[in-house]
């Protein structure tokens, strides 16, 4: 059993982990609630350009465009999302066994990893996989500028036919307390036929553009592809931070539990050692006395 000595510098290291954690999750905290307000103010934007595409590109006959092609490709490309730091619970470890799962289910595919952040990335290079392409961000987060860095390096390896299709997997932000590993293919964009027959039923009438819908769709078809890595970009930053805020509010109920249990071990020491002085002073004046 560990004396009096050793459980005070135990509870003064408990001491000095508690206010990190607690610093930790404050910083969080903040960080998660600006995370929010952005992937909250991007979210329909992206939502509406997407609808306005799917829609377009559905009622134009004979429309083609080079990021709606479908190749024969065997060799696809994932660009995986996750964190530049830990301490973030299992948020990277999700991520991880999702695109493990991906990888299994899609025996079929060649692929390509392309990684934003080192953790998943870290843990894949354990398993033998190298990246073909990596990237980083500068600050707390991703820009849109590195958004459209990223998206205009991937798609031309998509256009000049070194991969068949592309996919980002990231985790989605859902509340404080969860989230989602997601895998999303981005590339070849790609309607159904039954949703094409919904968006014909639903607008019947033939549309006039201004200039042509062609002319609209080329233009606006790379936009959507940035805004979709941007919104997965968010997602992933937003979520990260609320797992680490929930990570780090664990850690600080932890350590409060154990200096507690580590107070009340010392102070049942410290009691013991009194009462056997005590009893050891009584014992000398009795022998004295006799």
Request: with cysteine.
């Amino acid at each position: 059993m560990a004396n009096i000595k050793d459980l005070k510098v135990r509870i003064n290291s408990t001491k000095s982990t508690l206010k990190i954690t607690s610093a930790m999750k404050l910083v969080s905290a903040a960080k998660l609630s600006k995370a929010q307000s952005k992937i909250q103010g991007f979210k329909p934007y992206s939502s509406e350009l997407d609808s306005t595409i799917r829609v377009a590109s559905a009622l134009v006959e004979n429309y083609s465009h080079k990021y709606l092609k479908t190749s024969s490709n065997k060799t696809v490309g994932i660009l995986v999302i996750s964190s530049e730091k830990g301490l973030c619970g299992g948020y990277n470890s999700s991520l991880y066994k999702k695109v493990k799962r991906f990888i299994a289910e899609n025996p079929e595919y060649n692929f390509e990893f392309y990684f934003l952040g080192r953790k998943v990335k870290e843990l894949m290079k354990r398993d033998g996989i190298k990246p073909t392409l990596e990237y980083h961000y500068e600050g707390s987060s991703p820009s849109f500028k590195d958004a459209q860095n990223v998206a205009g390096e991937l798609s031309k390896r998509f256009t000049d036919g070194k991969i068949g299709k592309l996919f980002v997997t990231n985790n989605t932000f859902v509340s404080a307390i969860e989230f989602n590993s997601e895998v999303s293919q981005v590339l070849p964009m790609t309607i159904s036929d039954s949703e094409k027959e919904e968006l014909e039923k639903q607008f019947p009438v033939a549309f006039k553009y201004e200039p042509s819908a062609e002319e609209i769709l080329d233009n606006l078809i790379p936009d959507v592809l940035v805004s979709t890595i941007f919104e997965a970009f968010l997602d992933a930053v937003a979520a990260e931070h609320a797992t680490r805020m929930t990570a780090m509010d664990n850690a600080t109920t932890n350590s409060k539990d154990m200096i507690r249990n580590l107070t009340l071990t010392m102070n049942k020491l410290r009691q013991a050692a009194i009462t056997t002085e005590l009893t050891e002073i009584v014992s000398g004046a009795e022998s004295l006395n006799a």
